[in-house]
């Protein structure tokens, strides 16, 4: 039994899925009504399902994205990229600039959009480029390496369009954060899926998972074993750019334009916390994607529960926090360590004390 | 050969933190005459300086604990939102509250600081918990307080607080003389004789005091700090401690320049703290850096901000721009430096 416990409880699913129940529980005993899925109408009358849950699903896919990438960066150089948001908006940015030109309120799109998406994942792998080089080769931490483009991102973007937020004119485009017609189910489900399982055959079928867990725990040792820890990182730091054109296409998609200040704010924090969330180790070496991609669902569960409760906005980031504190509290090896030396007195005394009584008997 | 000796002598001599301190205020200094000699005007007087000081007396402060705990091996990126926290926090109470006095704001402020720099501290120090997660939670947390504290943004009308911020302390011989010949004094804010303050007062905790040297050795190695009896968690909490209060500080420095409260000021205050405290030498692999250095980093930095805007380049995306190719740089060369440090000794 005990082992089964340890078992249960050394799973690295097991504190995502805890939040997700815990979750879960709270909404259902404060409004049922989460839990209801129904088949509606959109605005162009086509059939669509809506619900929270639904909410959850489509609003989380970026994340879930973001965190395949930002797993990699964390298991691979042991910090995380700060800018993602910041690349979000420089990806975007030039998409809308391929596909608008220099007109912003063009009739028709000047440009193919999968050649769009082609440039955001070019850009988007040229910012990741520039972020791992700057970690791998010049031994800049991530965090401030990052920073960089964290400042700059924003201002980068809204140079390329001079400023101006173009408006795409073609309904398809819409389409990948929205739904295809005649599909009850959100694009974005779909474009999850199918980063998932690219994701799924790439570690089947490659050696990327393993190099990245022994650079991450020792690059030194791993670089003696002939693994070249200056391209792995840099590696993970493009595969996490490539995440990121995919999460701005969802993004830019949504409203059909961009704003720059706003667009994918704070998305990094979440980000992080997902991967936090997954018990992947924030200081570098084993991780497990999936464990993240659902804590990503998690944070996005959380999100939508806290605005049920009427939490403004800017209200949402102290509750998130205190989620953060607990979260990261409870699984600090130290506090681990405290936490088993007081249930094995526990369990020690309750011996004691029964054998005591039995004497006393 | 004689050339490569006389380099090994060079790195020998000097130590990592007066390295890059050097390079920091000979950068700082090419950048200001180079302003003078091609945008002229403005930069030639002494005010241009004081006006520096004053916009960015908050930013010294918070910086400089920055630096301390970047020193120490740690960073912390709540600052801002503690900022922002403590102006939001003292203009409620200063008008929401009847007989409120600005001594209470001002303990309210050094309280709040105090609280997440014990909090904080306790987290990184004693749980072991990395301190970008423990601040990021911080940060979160800061700014969400803010706006539940109160959401919209406000002036405050207190009279005793509209009369402290209004306090002008000029300084004598550094005057001005404008067009038709009418004497402008200089003068600077309460809040820079604060940050100078706290300046000068650091410093010399940092070169003269155990504690200070003690901040050096954890940040350096912590396992040698360790053998050499230093007190590895405890140094760390009290770097992260000064840091938050520091930053509470710095929060009521702030809210002396601006005077109101609002859930948007000091955004991006700690990636400016950061930017000036790597600009000003500080290492962020730790053990290496100067406060003096940090001053001029945030003097390099503002310096900056006003070539891009009487440049002509006042579109709002430069000042980022700009500010993060510096930061680049500024990183680069630190790498740079250090590894031919590394291998000048080896060789």
Redesign the interface.
Known sequence: MKSFLKKITGNQLFIPVIALLVLAIINLIADPSFFVVSLGKNNAGYNILSGPLITILDYGSELAILAIGMTLVTAASGGQDISVGATIAIAGSAMLRVLCGTNTRPETIQAPIIVAFLVACVVGMLCGAFNGALVSVFKIQPMIATLILFTAGRSIAAWINNNELPIVPDPKFMYFGGFIPGIPIPTTVFIVMICVIVTFLVLKFTNLGLYTQSVGINDKSSRLNGINPTFIKFLSFVILGLCVAVASLIKVSRIGTINYSVIAKDIEMDAILAVALGGNALSGGKFNIWASVLGAYVIQCLTTTLYKFNVQSEALAAYKAVVVIILVVSSAPKVREILRKVFNRKNLDALTGKAKKEAAK | MKKNSAKKSIFYKVSDTNLLLVITIGIFLLMYIGAIVFLGGGFTKPQMIFNILNTNSALIITACGMSLVMISGG?DISVGGVVALVSMSCAVYLDFVRNSSVLIALLMALGIGLIYGIIQGF?VA?????P???S??????A???T??VH?DPFDVKNETFVKLKDTRITVPFMGSYNKRGVYFPAYIEIGVVVALAVVVVLFLVLRYTKLGRSFYAVGGNKQSALMLGVNVRLTKFLSHVICSLLAGIGGFVYFLHVGSGS?SHAM?ME?NA??SS?IGGTM??GGVGNIIGTFFGVLSLSTIQNVVASAGLD???????T???M??IF??IQ?VVMWQKKKALNS
């Open positions: 960073i987290l004693y749980l072991d918990i990395q970008f997660i423990v990021l939670a911080g940060m979160f947390f700014r969400g307080m706006t539940i959401t859930a991006g990636m950061i930017a790597i962020l692999s579109q709002a995306w430069w000042t980022g721009i500010i993060a190719a930061l680049c990183l680069l790498s």
